[in-house]
């Protein structure tokens, strides 16, 4: 049945769904990838694809910026569509060193100071996490493809522009180990943990706190590809 927000019938949606924040990264996904991608939604211009990918049905969505959007739209798939994976493949901004530009991150867990899973079900803790499951297929495939992996827990953040110039981000790295900041992962994985299904995350980093190197939205749009095969690769039949 269509929501407000998703104009899929029942059926149209696969069993593993890939969730960029950007749709026309799911558009470029689905265009470059996918054989007979059909076009499932485009309310808010969402767009949602399903297609084949390797004999394989999966399905590649837009999630918006920030956890009231991936909240909504991740909170819909798992109860309204049946779907039971969503591998978020985001952008991520460094808090450290070990990761560069174009690298490729794996979340062990969320670390946010959102609201989101408080309000959402009284979930009090600060850290949210992937499946295990899921993650272990990501790695391999990973591995198949020869394309390494960082693993960690990344920060989920409500704020893009903060005024606070202190030194945050080496705090969030020291003291909780955050890698990255990205906006969504925390609510994915609170929303699939309430809903006993399954989300991981993979992130591309797109610009670095510590070096100040950045990628252009086209770039951020297109050339994430090595994380885009990853996620492509994990998935199983449905
Ligand atoms: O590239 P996406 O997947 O949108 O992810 C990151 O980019 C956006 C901010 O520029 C936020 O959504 C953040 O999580
Ligand atoms: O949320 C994000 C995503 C990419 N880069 C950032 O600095 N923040």
Redesign the pocket.
């Known amino acids: 049945m269509p929501t407000p927000h998703n104009s899929a019938e029942n059926g149209m949606i696969a069993k593993t769904v890939l969730m ?3 749709p026309l ?1 799911a558009k470029y996904i689905a265009e470059t990838y996918l054989e007979n991608p059909v076009l499932f939604s485009s309310v808010r211009g969402m767009l949602g694809y399903t297609g084949s990918y390797r004999g394989r049905t999966l399905s590649v969505m837009g ?1 918006g ?2 956890m009231p959007s991936i909240g909504i739209y991740s909170y819909e798939l798992y109860s309204q569509y049946g779907v039971e994976n969503i591998i ?5 901004g460094s808090y450290c060193e070990e990761a560069r530009i174009y690298d490729v991150v794996l979340a062990t867990a969320a670390f946010s100071e959102s609201s989101f899973a408080r309000v959402q079900s009284g979930y009090q803790e600060p850290f949210t996490y992937p499946d295990k499951g899921l993650c272990e297929r990501l790695r391999q495939s990973a591995g198949h493809l020869g394309i390494p992996l960082i693993e960690g827990v990344v920060h989920s953040s409500d704020v ?1 522009y903060r005024e606070d110039r202190t030194p945050y981000y080496q705090r969030l790295h020291d003291e909780q180990g955050c890698l990255c900041v ?3 992962s925390f609510a994915l994985f609170h929303n699939a943990s309430v809903l006993h299904k399954n989300a991981a995350c993979l992130l591309t980093i ?1 610009d670095s706190f510590v070096s100040h190197e950045e990628t252009s939205a086209e770039e ?1 749009q297109t050339s994430f590809t090595a994380m885009m095969q990853v996620a492509l690769e994990a998935v199983e039949e449905n």
């Not at 978020?88 to 991520?92: E, K």
């Open positions: 960029p924040g950007d990264r999630s910026m920030g978020r493949i985001g952008s991520a893009f990205e906006m969504e797109s951020r």
